[in-house]
């Protein structure tokens, strides 16, 4: 960590370039004799990657900024936030902290909270901004997080664990046994220093096989913010073995949509062929694979068992798009270019052989308009064009 980042003219030239081209930044060299243009270039991209996700560090001033991958890798204030909501307690350890954007929210529901972190410039860092954000009761530790609970004789009420996937299993399907710290064989030993346990997973990992490595899973959460699956967030409390809760929601500027259900409940769709209505649930709710309870709870048909879209013929709420039915067609070129007078379409597949590419490279039609189609297929195995026009949300306020 070089201290002279934070000379208040070092600060400015940052704030003054953030919209610089840093190629260009960076064939002028550094102005300041004691900080290299590399340094510089650095603090200026990770500022800049903070300007959405983290507003509180973007604003506040003297902040140090790590690596711009650490800034990746974090998680939002949004999810953040979320995730500090649904816990409780006086006491928190994370034993991975990394930036500490985490532990800056569990300080707000939590009176003491402990960040560890085994790289000793990212700790610094962080116990360096915390001051910046005037942050009281967050005590950092440099080191193992394992290392500080096998050391402390300390409980708490809350471990909050984000495991790293092993660089040796990149582009690969993997298992939390793949990460670092390897959990599931900890689980006893963390139950020893707390009733409960909040562990971040990667979004890609398979919520059954999570499941069946861990122990007393009580709630997973599926956290998508503008339609993208941010987080998988499995809540775990000692010696618990009810059903599962998924709770699922997807966070976007106009509001936050919620489906809830049971994991272990036996639940079957009905089916039917496209009505007035169409529905697409939002990426929380395909991630949670809840396909047969969204059916049910919300009484919608479905349009096949593996198509995922869903209609009524009374318009409903629901969390993820809406919308109107204008006609329903079999795959034909044709009649499909007479339907579509501007030949622009929002284009979509789910359960249908030809990929976009495929479908747009055939029909010549291009992307944007007011128009969207579903590509699918229906009740009756038949290949089908659901042709649309999406539904405001206000219509149903």
Same mark, same amino acid.
């Given at each position: 960590?070089?201290?002279?980042?934070?000379?208040?003219?070092?600060?400015?030239?940052?704030?003054?370039?953030?919209?610089?081209?840093?190629?260009?930044?960076?064939?002028?060299?550094?102005?300041?004799?004691?900080?290299?243009?590399?340094?510089?270039?650095?603090?200026?991209?990770?500022?800049?990657?903070?300007?959405?996700?983290?507003?509180?560090?973007?604003?506040?001033?003297?902040?140090?900024?790590?690596?711009?991958?650490?800034?990746?890798?974090?998680?939002?204030?949004?999810?953040?936030?979320?995730?500090?909501?649904?816990?409780?307690?006086?006491?928190?350890?994370?034993?991975?902290?990394?930036?500490?954007?985490?532990?800056?929210?569990?300080?707000?529901?939590?009176?003491?909270?402990?960040?560890?972190?085994?790289?000793?410039?990212?700790?610094?860092?962080?116990?360096?901004?915390?001051?910046?954000?005037?942050?009281?009761?967050?005590?950092?530790?440099?080191?193992?997080?394992?290392?500080?609970?096998?050391?402390?004789?300390?409980?708490?009420?809350?471990?909050?664990?984000?495991?790293?996937?092993?660089?040796?299993?990149?582009?690969?399907?993997?298992?939390?046994?793949?990460?670092?710290?390897?959990?599931?064989?900890?689980?006893?030993?963390?139950?020893?220093?707390?009733?409960?346990?909040?562990?971040?997973?990667?979004?890609?990992?398979?919520?059954?096989?999570?499941?069946?490595?861990?122990?007393?899973? &009580?709630? =997973?959460? !599926? +956290?998508?913010?503008? /339609?993208?699956?941010?987080?998988?967030? $499995?809540?775990? @409390?000692?010696?618990? %073995?009810?059903?599962?809760?998924? &709770?699922? =929601?997807? !966070? +976007?500027?106009?509001? /936050?949509?919620?489906?809830?259900?049971? $994991?272990?409940? @036996?639940?079957?769709? %009905?089916?039917?062929?496209?009505?007035?209505?169409?529905?697409?649930?939002?990426?929380?709710?395909?991630?949670?694979?809840?396909?047969?309870?969204?059916?049910?709870?919300?009484?919608?048909?479905?349009?096949?068992?593996?198509?995922?879209?869903?209609?009524?013929?009374?318009?409903?709420?629901?969390?993820?798009?809406?919308?109107?039915?204008?006609?329903?067609?079999?795959?034909?070129?044709?009649?499909?270019?007479?339907?579509?007078?501007?030949?622009?379409?929002?284009?979509?597949?789910?359960?249908?052989?030809?990929?976009?590419?495929?479908?747009?490279?055939?029909?010549?039609?291009?992307?944007?308009?007011?128009?969207?189609?579903?590509?699918?297929?229906?009740?009756?195995?038949?290949?089908?064009?659901?042709?649309?026009?999406?539904?405001?949300?206000?219509?149903?306020?």
């Amino acid at each position: 960590m070089n201290f002279d980042i934070l000379n208040e003219d070092v600060q400015q030239f940052i704030s003054d370039n953030l919209k610089s081209e840093i190629t260009k930044l960076i064939l002028k060299g550094s102005p300041f004799a004691t900080i290299s243009i590399q340094e510089l270039a650095n603090q200026i991209l990770a500022k800049q990657k903070s300007t959405k996700k983290l507003p509180t560090w973007f604003s506040s001033n003297n902040i140090y900024y790590p690596a711009k991958i650490s800034i990746e890798q974090t998680s939002s204030e949004t999810t953040a936030n979320y995730k500090s909501k649904i816990i409780s307690g006086d006491s928190i350890i994370d034993i991975t902290g990394g930036l500490g954007v985490d532990c800056y929210y569990f300080s707000k529901q939590f009176k003491k909270v402990i960040h560890c972190e085994i790289n000793e410039e990212l700790s610094t860092i962080v116990k360096h901004n915390y001051k910046q954000l005037n942050i009281q009761n967050i005590d950092t530790y440099c080191g193992n997080g394992l290392d500080y609970l096998k050391e402390n004789n300390t409980t708490f009420d809350c471990i909050y664990i984000d495991p790293s996937r092993r660089d040796d299993v990149k582009g690969k399907v993997f298992m939390l046994k793949d990460c670092q710290p390897n959990i599931a064989p900890k689980i006893d030993f963390f139950f020893t220093k707390s009733n409960q346990i909040l562990i971040k997973v990667s979004p890609i990992l398979d919520l059954k096989n999570t499941i069946r490595e861990l122990q007393n899973v &009580k709630e =997973i959460h !599926i +956290v998508a913010l503008n /339609n993208e699956v941010k987080e998988v967030l $499995f809540l775990l @409390e000692k010696n618990y %073995t009810n059903t599962i809760q998924i &709770k699922t =929601i997807n !966070i +976007v500027k106009t509001e /936050n949509q919620y489906f809830d259900f049971d $994991f272990n409940e @036996e639940v079957g769709s %009905t089916y039917s062929e496209p009505l007035s209505y169409l529905y697409e649930p939002n990426v929380a709710i395909l991630k949670s694979g809840g396909f047969h309870q969204i059916s049910k709870k919300l009484n919608l048909n479905k349009l096949h068992q593996h198509s995922h879209l869903y209609t009524s013929e009374t318009l409903i709420d629901f969390p993820g798009r809406v919308f109107k039915i204008e006609h329903v067609i079999s795959y034909d070129k044709k009649k499909l270019k007479k339907l579509l007078p501007n030949n622009k379409a929002n284009i979509t597949t789910r359960n249908f052989p030809k990929t976009v590419a495929q479908i747009r490279k055939e029909t010549k039609v291009k992307e944007g308009g007011n128009t969207y189609i579903f590509f699918t297929t229906d009740v009756n195995n038949t290949h089908k064009l659901v042709i649309c026009k999406k539904v405001a949300k206000n219509v149903l306020n």
